[in-house]
């Protein structure tokens, strides 16, 4: 079993900055793909980032350039950098992990980050 808990949401003024951490329990941390997600009030479940088992990241377009996601697998654990924050970004954002079983999938019970003035 994974347990994954994230920390470092909060309340932040447009154009500020956030780092999200989610720290993974368990074995087999390098070997799952890592995933943030966000869900806004009343919106479905969105796809931020990933980062592959090599490290390599990926990212929705809404978040393109402002979004960095890394790995520590030495720490089991995922950051999701967020600068030039918007209100839009305004959600729970949780950490989800994948594999290396097809059909192994964890999620995080969320973090709330706010975006306003």
């Known amino acids: 079993q994974v347990q994954l808990v994230e920390s470092g949401g909060g309340l932040v003024q447009p154009g500020g900055s956030l780092r999200l951490s989610c720290a993974a329990s368990g074995s087999s941390f390098s070997t799952r793909v890592m995933y943030w997600f966000r869900q806004a009030p009343g919106k479905q479940r969105e796809l931020v980032a990933f980062?592959?088992?090599?490290?390599?990241?990926n990212y929705a377009d809404s978040v393109k350039g402002r979004f960095t996601i890394s790995r520590d697998n030495a720490k089991n654990t995922v950051y999701l950098q967020m600068n030039s924050l918007r209100p839009e970004d305004t959600a729970v954002y949780y950490c989800?992990?994948?594999?290396?079983?097809?059909?192994?999938?964890?999620w995080g019970q969320g973090t709330q980050v706010t975006v306003s003035s």
């Open positions: 989800s992990a994948r594999g290396p079983r097809s059909g192994d999938a964890y």
């Open positions: 980062v592959t088992l090599g490290g390599s990241p």
